[in-house]
């Protein structure tokens, strides 16, 4: 996928700024569909891979824990054997402790691999997370300059659609009147019984009181409104 110049400059906006799981965020999720546009495979590799690392660092934990834990009984159970051979020791108790110090060591060497393991993940979890925002950030600003160029482009055409509309009515108005004192003189002329003959059916005046009362009534229901 390739990325606009704004990719480059979120980037730089987004350095050192502490940035939310975005998988979590089920408005993350919705914010494709309100952009309109086709959640891209860069996006859905990136969500999988964070999932996956989440996961990881919740089962590096709880194996943390659970090795801290048999960790912890080992060393009571130490000092129980301690006890016990204080009083009366034997092969059999020497043994026994020989074990619990063994697997003490094994536990130690399990919680250091794990927290080595888990040092490197909340970095590899947030260079992810970061990379999800900026992709998702150039995403959503290419689709907000479309939609602003396309209201500038409607706009533009309403203005001239408005600016055409009042020339038409000027021009309407005009030719109306025109026509009005056109029918006037040649009935004064040639009378009514004359323009009958001629089939002149149009009567400006009839013309101008039906558009008055057109205007009446946009008025009237205007106002119940």
């Not at 995403?139 to 533009?156: L, Q, V």
Request: proline share 2%.
């Amino acid at each position: 996928m390739a990325h606009s110049h704004s990719y480059d400059v979120f980037r730089e906006a987004l350095t050192g700024k502490q940035i939310p799981l975005l998988i979590l965020d089920n408005r993350w999720h919705q914010l494709f569909n309100q952009a309109q546009v086709e959640v891209p495979a860069e996006i859905k590799r990136g969500e999988a891979r964070l999932h996956e690392l989440i996961k990881k660092q919740g089962k590096l934990n709880n194996q943390c824990k659970e090795a801290r834990k048999m960790k912890k009984r080992a060393m009571e159970e130490i000092m129980k054997l301690s006890t016990e051979m204080g009083e009366q020791p034997n092969r059999r108790l020497e043994k026994l402790m020989e074990e619990k110090k063994k697997l003490i060591r094994q536990c130690n060497n399990t919680i250091d691999e794990y927290r080595e393991e888990m040092r490197h993940l909340p970095e590899e979890i947030e260079r992810v997370n970061n990379r999800l925002m900026l992709i998702t950030m150039d995403i959503c600003y290419r689709r907000i300059a479309e939609n602003t160029k396309e209201i500038e482009a409607i706009s533009s055409w309403i203005k001239d659609i408005r600016i055409q509309m009042k020339k038409n009515i000027v021009r309407k108005e005009e030719s109306e009147q025109a026509n009005f004192d056109l029918y006037s003189y040649m009935h004064h002329i040639f009378g009514a019984e004359v323009m009958e003959i001629f089939d002149m059916k149009y009567n400006p005046e009839e013309r101008r009181r039906a558009h008055e009362e057109r205007i009446l009534r946009s008025k009237f229901f205007s106002h119940d409104k």
